[in-house]
């Protein structure tokens, strides 16, 4: 959740969701991750793909697929054995 103050007020607003999804062996994210914007995200990617290619063979052509909520791809991050 993100808070803001406006005024007296102290907002809540949900954070967007992102989705991560492996291109190449079909794994699809059903449930997604909350992070503050597109930027973390990635950055999560970025992670994410290195332990996967660490700690699992990888075929060719993998990729780590980010999507916001509403499909958009906002990133891709490849994976490598």
Sequence with gaps: MLY????NALLCRA??????HLRGS??????GQEFPNEEVAREE????A???SRN???TTHELLV????????I?????FS
């Excluded at 980010?66 to 791809?73: C, E, H, L, R």
Aim: hydrophobic share 35%; net charge neutral; charged share 30%.
């Design 4 to 7: 803001s103050i406006t005024g």
């Design 15 to 20: 954070m967007p969701r992102y989705y991560f």
């Design 26 to 31: 079909g794994a699809r994210d059903t449930e």
């Design 45 to 48: 990617a970025r992670a994410v």
């Design 50 to 52: 290195r332990d996967l």
């Design 56 to 58: 699992k063979a990888v």
């Design 66 to 73: 980010v999507t916001d909520a509403n499909g958009k791809v």
């Design 75 to 79: 990133h891709e991050e490849p994976l």
